[in-house]
C-alpha cells in the first residue's frame, strides 16, 4: 500500500486506541496546552465498542486526570462494598479470610465499571477539550520517517479485495503524521508489535504473559443482588490444569459481571479455556446465583500478565507505547486501567515538555524514567514475583510465597525472592498432544452455558465478508502439517469465539478460519505453537459492539 497517494493530515501527537490510556494522554495534552493538535484513532464502530475489562476500578488515575470526575457526570456508579475470596472445590468453597492480605488487595475506594462506558464519558471529556477523535477509523499502518523514526500512521483503508490488492471500490485512506505518535491500542496490538520488533524494545526483558479474560453479563433476580458486592476465585473447575480464577461482580440494576481467566502458559492443548468458563457457571455457588436469571453480553479479551519484569522498552525514535500495550496489570488486583490512565498522562507530559523546546521524532525518555520509577513502577514491582510463582509452583503455593513476598515489598520495599523470571512464552509452554489425556467436558446446557457461537451472538462482531482475512497465516499448511499431529491443533479450543475449525474435506482434514467470528481477544497471536497466526486490524468499525463492557 505504500505506493497509494494518500492525502495527509499534521498533528502534534497522534493517538492510536480510545481505550483509558489513550483518552487520558489526549485530556491531558489538552489540558497542558489547548492549542496542541491532537487526533484519537479508534478502530471499533464507536468508542467503547471494543472495550472489554473486569471491572473494579482504582480510580487514582482519574482522580489526578479529572479530579472533579463525580460532579462531570462520570459513570463511577457503584462503590465496592464487600470483597470475598474463596478456593472452590467442585461442589463446595473455602473462604480464603481477608486480614492476611495485605492493603494493596483492599478493594475499598474502588469502584465496579463498565469501562466501556467510562471510555465514552472520557471521550466526550477529550472533545469538550477540542481533541478529534474519529471512531471507525483502523491504523492499520505505520508512516516511517527518513531517519527510521516513526512519524506517523495510515488510517482509514476500506474496501480492499479478498487478496488484500486494491479494487474499484477501495478508498486508500489518509496518512496522520505526528510530532510523536502513541500507541494505545491495548494487549498485543498489531502497530505495537511491529515497534517492539523493529526497534527491539524487548531484548533483554522477560518474555511478556498473558490470559484470556471472557465475561458476561448477567440480569438475576432481584433478591440475590448485592450491589457492590466483589468476589474473586481460584480453584475448580481448572486446578492443576492451569493457572487462572473467576470474577463475579455486582453491579446496578440487576446486573452481574461474571468473568473467568485463563493463564495462556498452559501446558496441555487439549484445555478448552470457554469450556472451563461455562463448566464454572455449575458451580453451586455460582449456579444458585444465576438461576433465574438470563446472560445479556459475552465478549473476550487477552490480559497482559508478565508485570514489571516483561515490559517492553517504552518507546522509540518518534513512538511511545501506552497501558497494555506495554502490560501493565497488577496482577493479583486484577487491575490495569488506573496504570494505563497514569500511563498516558505521563506520556502526554513528556510530549508535551518536548514539544515546548521545539523537538520531534525523538525517544520521549522522559516517559519511561516517569513510568519505571513513578507510580506504576511502584505498583508492579510490590507483585512482581506472583506470577511466576503461581507458575512454576502452583497455585497452593503461590498463595504462601506469593503473599509474603507481597508483604515484604508493602512493608520493606525487598524481596527475598529478588526477581523471579518468566522463562517461556506462552506458546512455547504448549505441549504435545500424546503427553497429556483429552478433557472431557459436559455438553452446555443452554441455560446457564451455552455454546460459543451462541455466545458470540451476543458480542453483537461482524466483520465485512468480503475484505482480506485479518488473521494471517504465515504458512498456511502449519495447521494441518505441523499443529494438527503435534498439539491436536489447539486453536480450535483456545480461540473464545469459535474462529477456527478442523474440518473433514474430501476425506482429509482442513484447516477453516472463520474470521467473521472474531472478537479481537489477540489469543491466537498468543498462544498458538508454531506462532503461525498474525492478528491484524480488520477495517475500521469492524469487529464486537460492546454496550457495557
Known amino acids: 500500500m505504500t505506493e497509494v497517494q494518500r492525502e495527509t493530515m499534521e498533528y502534534d501527537v497522534v493517538i492510536v486506541g480510545a481505550g483509558p490510556a489513550g483518552l487520558s494522554a489526549a485530556i491531558r495534552l489538552k489540558q497542558l496546552d489547548e492549542d496542541l493538535q491532537v487526533v484519537v484513532l479508534e478502530k471499533g464502530s464507536e468508542v467503547g465498542a471494543h472495550i472489554l475489562s473486569g471491572a473494579v476500578l482504582d480510580p487514582c488515575g482519574l482522580n489526578k486526570l479529572i479530579p472533579d470526575w463525580k460532579e462531570k457526570g462520570a459513570p463511577l456508579n457503584t462503590p465496592v462494598k464487600e470483597d470475598k475470596f474463596y478456593?472452590?472445590?467442585?461442589?463446595?468453597?473455602?473462604?480464603?479470610?481477608?486480614?492476611?492480605?495485605?492493603?494493596?488487595?483492599?478493594?475499598?475506594?474502588?469502584?465496579?465499571?463498565?469501562?466501556?462506558?467510562?471510555?465514552?464519558?472520557?471521550?466526550?471529556?477529550?472533545?469538550?477539550?477540542?481533541?478529534?477523535?474519529?471512531?471507525?477509523?483502523?491504523?492499520?499502518?505505520?508512516?516511517?520517517?527518513?531517519?527510521?523514526?516513526?512519524?506517523?500512521?495510515?488510517?482509514?483503508?476500506?474496501g480492499l479485495e479478498p487478496d488484500g490488492s486494491i479494487g474499484p471500490n477501495t478508498e486508500p485512506g489518509m496518512e496522520l503524521h505526528g510530532k510523536y505518535v502513541f500507541l494505545g491500542e491495548g494487549v498485543r496490538g498489531s502497530l505495537s508489535k511491529e515497534v517492539i520488533e523493529k526497534y527491539g524494545l524487548s531484548d533483554g526483558m522477560e518474555p511478556q504473559k498473558f490470559g484470556i479474560g471472557m465475561k458476561e453479563i448477567w440480569e438475576i433476580d432481584p433478591a440475590k443482588h448485592k450491589e457492590g458486592s466483589v468476589t474473586h476465585t481460584m480453584g475448580w473447575p481448572l486446578n492443576s490444569n492451569a493457572g487462572g480464577g473467576s470474577f463475579i461482580y455486582h453491579l446496578d440494576n440487576n446486573q452481574v459481571y461474571v468473568g473467568f481467566v485463563v493463564h495462556l502458559n498452559y501446558q496441555n492443548p487439549h484445555l478448552f479455556p470457554y469450556m472451563e468458563f461455562q463448566r464454572f457457571k455449575h458451580h453451586p455457588m455460582v449456579a444458585e446465583l444465576l438461576k433465574g436469571g438470563k446472560r445479556i453480553a459475552y465478549g473476550a479479551r487477552a490480559i497482559s500478565e508478565g508485570g514489571y519484569q516483561s515490559m517492553p522498552k517504552m518507546v522509540a525514535s518518534g513512538v511511545a507505547l501506552l497501558g497494555c500495550s506495554v502490560g501493565m496489570v497488577n496482577v493479583p488486583r486484577i487491575k490495569g486501567n488506573h496504570n494505563a490512565m497514569l500511563s498516558g498522562m505521563a506520556a502526554a507530559e513528556a510530549a508535551y515538555a518536548a514539544i515546548q523546546d521545539g523537538r520531534a521524532g525523538d525517544e520521549l525518555h522522559a516517559y519511561e524514567d516517569e513510568v519505571r520509577k513513578g507510580a506504576i513502577g511502584k505498583d508492579l514491582k510490590k507483585v512482581r514475583n506472583v506470577k511466576p510463582l503461581w507458575s512454576k509452583y502452583g497455585l497452593t503455593a503461590s498463595l504462601t510465597l506469593g503473599g509474603f513476598d507481597m508483604w515484604t515489598n508493602s512493608l520493606f520495599g525487598l524481596s527475598l525472592f529478588g526477581t523471579v523470571k518468566h522463562g517461556k512464552t506462552d506458546a512455547a509452554a504448549t505441549g504435545q498432544a500424546a503427553s497429556f489425556e483429552p478433557i472431557d467436558y459436559p455438553k452446555p446446557d443452554g441455560t446457564l452455558s451455552f455454546d460459543r457461537l451462541t455466545n458470540v451472538?451476543?458480542?453483537?462482531?461482524?466483520?465485512?465478508?468480503?475484505?482480506?482475512?485479518?488473521?494471517?497465516?504465515?504458512?498456511?499448511?502449519?495447521?494441518?502439517?505441523?499443529?494438527?499431529?503435534?498439539?491436536?491443533?489447539?486453536?480450535?479450543?483456545?480461540?473464545?469465539?469459535?474462529?477456527?475449525?478442523?474440518?473433514?474435506?474430501?476425506?482429509?482434514?482442513?484447516?477453516?478460519?472463520?474470521?467473521?467470528?472474531?472478537v479481537h481477544c489477540k489469543t491466537c497471536d498468543i498462544k498458538d505453537p508454531s506462532q503461525n497466526i498474525n492478528w491484524v486490524t480488520p477495517q475500521g468499525g469492524d469487529g464486537p459492539n460492546y454496550p457495557n463492557m
Open 457 to 518: 451472538s451476543f458480542a453483537m462482531t461482524n466483520h465485512e465478508e468480503s475484505q482480506p482475512c485479518h488473521l494471517q497465516l504465515k504458512d498456511p499448511n502449519v495447521p494441518i502439517l505441523t499443529n494438527l499431529p503435534l498439539y491436536a491443533e489447539p486453536a480450535q479450543r483456545y480461540c473464545p469465539a469459535g474462529v477456527y475449525e478442523v474440518v473433514e474435506k474430501d476425506g482429509k482434514p482442513e484447516f477453516v478460519v472463520n474470521f467473521q467470528n472474531c
Open 87 to 158: 478456593m472452590l472445590g467442585e461442589a463446595g468453597a473455602l473462604r480464603i479470610p481477608n486480614f492476611p492480605m495485605p492493603p494493596l488487595m483492599n478493594n475499598h475506594g474502588n469502584y465496579i465499571v463498565s469501562m466501556g462506558n467510562v471510555c465514552r464519558w472520557m471521550a466526550e471529556q477529550a472533545e469538550a477539550l477540542g481533541v478529534e477523535i474519529f471512531p471507525g477509523m483502523a491504523a492499520s499502518e505505520l508512516v516511517y520517517g527518513d531517519k527510521g523514526e516513526v512519524k506517523g500512521v495510515v488510517a482509514g483503508v476500506f
